[in-house]
């Protein structure tokens, strides 16, 4: 009888799955820090200097690329809890303004998803209000992910380059 019930709630999540997986949507924060303090240390360096410098940007040029190991968290603070870390890079790809390549990992290490992990390749056009975020695969209990981030930015200094990213994941699975 109980053997029975559970085959029959298998072939039904079994059947659910293969029709229309359910999209799964996760809200985080990204802590981009270029310059440190002492609350908190530097997690996006330039590795590569570019070259020409980009119009009405006195800081960022064409070419730079930042290697980036930055903490994401379940809230704005930075203190608020961590579920992950976005590992990989961004190039200021445009010479005519702040347009970024994106490609990163967001690996989770809370709750459920800890472990698994998405991969990011994205156009990261920085002023604008949102941005998306193809998602181009994932890993263990996010193996085969697809589907698509939002991104906006929730705060930026620009007197030392560090920003809050607020990121929207809805993702298939
Ligand atoms: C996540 O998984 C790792 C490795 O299995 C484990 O050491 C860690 O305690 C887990 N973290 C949480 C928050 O469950």
Known sequence: MHLLLHLALATVLALTTSVGAATTHLRFYMHDTVT?????????????KGV????????????????IDDPLTEGPELSS?????????YMFASLTDGTLLLSATMEFTAGKLNGSSV??????????????????GGTSGLRGATGYGLLRTQSYNPSNNNAVLKIDMYLKV
Do not use: C, H, W
């Open 81 to 89: 809890a961590l579920v992950g870390r976005a590992r990989g890079f």
């Open 52 to 67: 020409a410098k980009l119009p009405n940007d006195p800081v960022n040029r064409f070419g730079d690329v930042y290697a």
């Open 119 to 136: 991969s990011v390749l994205a156009r990261d056009a920085i002023l604008d209000e949102v941005r998306e975020l193809p998602v181009v």
């Open 36 to 48: 440190a303090s002492a609350s908190s240390p530097s997690t996006a360096a330039l590795i590569v």
